[in-house]
Structure formats: C-alpha cells, structure tokens
C-alpha cells in the first residue's frame, strides 16, 4: 500500500518554488529541452519532487529526442496513475503520482521495444537520488 500524503494547496505553494507548483499541481508543462533532467545519465534513482515518493531508476531513462526526460517503464513499486486527460483539444493520458496526486506527465505509446511505452515527465517533477558509489 502507498501511503497517501494530502496537504492543501496553501502547503504546496509554500513547498515548491513557482514552475514546481504550476507542472505538479495544475498540470502544467515545462518548455521542451529546457528541463535539467533532460540529458542527465547518473545512475540512480527518480523520486516525486513533491513528496519522494520513488518513481523511476535511471536505467527506465531513454533518449526520445522530445523535450523532456523519457522512460520506457516504471519501478514495480512506483504503481503510478493513469488519468484520461480531454485538455487542449487532445485524448492523452496523464501520469499521477499515487502518493500525492501531483501531476507528472503523460505517457505515450511510441516508445522503445517490448513494451513500446513513453514516460514523459516534466524535470520539475522529479527529484534525483544518486545511487552510493
Ligand atoms: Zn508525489
């Protein structure tokens, strides 16, 4: 079972810094190519920016060429959520945090083989844990 973490809006906003808030609480989008996570190869492990909660290992992470950090799966405990999304005139499905509902991206399925899944997620989502050397 994930653990559940409900905070008001007031509690986020103080949190996060401004782009944070608006990508993971109002399901904004970072510009492409711009997110710092987007060329970034360490080894380790992808959290949820607003609360930790562990989401993806580097070795998920893929190069798609579209903007914003790509990966083909997700930890088998990550269990993240899928939201049909009618915005901008598009069918897409939006990826949420199962812990604290914070939008992360959405997924697509162009992506690498077997499971021809794309993960994209906005950098200011994600918080990295490099693994111990
Ligand atoms: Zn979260």
Request: proline content about 4%; aromatic content about 10%.
């Amino acid at each position: 079972m994930i653990e559940k973490i409900q905070k008001t809006e007031e509690q986020w906003q103080a949190e996060l810094d401004e782009l944070e808030y608006k990508v993971l609480r109002q399901a904004g989008t970072e510009r492409p190519f711009t997110g710092k996570y987007y060329e970034h190869s360490e080894k380790g492990t992808y959290n949820c920016r607003a609360c930790g909660h562990a989401l993806f290992k580097s070795e998920h992470k893929y190069h798609s060429g579209c903007g914003w950090p790509s990966f083909w799966g997700e930890l088998e405990t990550a269990d993240i959520k899928h939201k049909m999304d009618r915005s901008h005139g598009m069918t897409r499905i939006e990826l949420l945090c199962p812990a604290c509902d914070s939008h992360l991206g959405h997924i697509f399925n162009d992506g690498p083989k077997p499971k021809g899944l794309r993960y994209c997620i906005n950098s200011v989502c994600l918080d990295f844990e490099a693994d111990e050397k």
